[in-house]
Each structure stands twice: as structure tokens, then as C-alpha cells.
């Protein structure tokens, strides 16, 4: 486990490296006005780049569970709606995402894979139950994991807020903190309907 560790501190150091190295020539430096510099690339750190690979997986698993969902019947037509909502909010973002990345010359290709268990992620089993469950069953099942993997993208995208420094990836983080925080609520209030 340390050795992995190590390994992906190692490899978010180089990439956070080559990345500022590709950001630190002038604004002419590229033969074009400052705006053919990517806004995404203007300023950029080891934290953001974190943030970046861990919330890609984080995200597609969320995507995954809403699909997962989706794909039932049966189930509340609230938590439905608000399946399709977070499906149709997370799926950009990943795209978003997968282009600072580009931009940043950094990679998503697994390390920023994340231990299921960790940062709200669902276990293999958990996501196992959901796609399992019959569509009464899934609707609260949905909402007591959906929480829990809500609460690890805040702690994530607190942890962005606090040591990044790119400001698009700074203002994605305020958007998840806001809008998760927003969707915890709105789950607890239907799980609390469901008892």
C-alpha cells in the first residue's frame, strides 16, 4: 500500500511538473495572442490535478448508480427525477475534467483510480445490491448510498477549495460543494418519506 502510494505521489508530482513547465513560457511564447493559452492551463498545482483525476471516477461511478436506477421500474418517480438529475450534472463535468487533464498534460489512464470504500465510493458488493435490487428496493438503496458518495465528493471538493489553485477547477469545487450539498438534503427528505 505504501509503495502504491508512493508510486501515485510520485507520478502526481511529474505530472504537476510537466504541467507547469508547459505553462511557465510567456504569453508569446506559443507564436499567438494569450487567449490561444488555455484558461484551464493559466495556473495549476498538485492539488488541482488531484482533484481532477480522483472526481473523474468518482463522478463515473455516480453516473454508473444513476444508470443502474434508471434502468428499473418501479421505483419513486422522485428519486428518479433526481437520478436523471445527477446523471445529467456528472457526466459533463467528467468530460470537463478529462480536458484539464489534456490541458494540463497530466493523465486519467487509473491513477486516479480510487479504492472502492474510500471518498463515499461504492464496494463492488454495494454496487452489486443496487443493480440487484427490485425497483421498490432500489429507490431507497439508490438514496442511502447516493448520500454517502455525495459526502465523499464534498470532503473532495473542500479539500480542492482549500489547497488548489486553478480557478476553474476552484469554481467546479464550489459548484459540487453547492449542489451536492443541495441533492443530500433533498435525498434525506425522500429517504425519510420512504421509512
Known sequence: MNTARASFVAVIALATALA???CSGGPGSSGGSPASES???SAVNSDDVMFAQLMIPHHDQAVEMSDDL???DGVDPAIVDLATQIRAAQAPEITTLRGWLSDWDATDDGIGGMDHGSGGMMSDDDMMKLRDAAGADAGPLFLTQMIMHHEGAIVMAKAELSDGKNA???????????????EIAVMNDLLASTE
Open 168 to 182: 476553474d477547477a476552484l469554481a467546479l469545487a464550489e459548484t459540487i460543494v453547492s449542489s451536492q450539498s443541495s
Open 20 to 22: 507547469l513547465s508547459a
Open 70 to 72: 434508471l434502468a428499473k
Open 39 to 41: 484558461p484551464a492551463a
